[in-house]
């Protein structure tokens, strides 16, 4: 059974930094696209950060390019997003995603096929 299981959130001043998780079970990450996604309070889920299995290229959202950085560990078979810089705009439910495709998927939310539970951020003074 394919599992994703995000973790790092938490509560966080401005201008603080926090690094989640994606830990996988079932699949190999290393071959599929993996994204990020985040739903703030009244918002859509949007794309934050995905990377690509193809040939690693990596997407961000224009709020967050210079301060978040996805990366993959593929010994630890696991997804991380950096989040520098934090913003009290950065606060949101986060989301790990995942899709099963030959193709490079956009980083959208209706593009995943596989979600983790969610870690919560909350960016506040």
């Known amino acids: 059974q394919l599992q994703l299981v995000d973790s790092g959130g938490g509560l966080v001043q401005p201008r603080g930094s926090l690094r989640l998780s994606c830990a996988a079970s079932g699949c190999t990450l290393y071959y599929y696209d993996i994204g990020w996604f985040r739903q703030a309070p009244g918002k859509e889920r949007d794309g934050v950060s995905c990377i690509s299995s193809r040939d690693g290229s990596t997407y961000y959202a224009d709020s967050v390019k210079r301060r978040f950085t996805i990366s993959r560990d593929n010994a630890k078979n696991t997804v991380y997003l950096q989040m520098n810089s934090l913003k009290p705009e950065d606060t949101a439910v986060y989301y790990c995603?995942?899709?099963?495709?030959?193709?490079?998927?956009?980083?959208?939310?209706?593009?995943?096929?596989?979600w983790g539970q969610g870690t919560q951020v909350t960016v506040s003074s």
């Open positions: 995603g995942l899709v099963i495709t030959t193709r490079q998927a956009m980083c959208v939310p209706y593009e995943y096929d596989y």
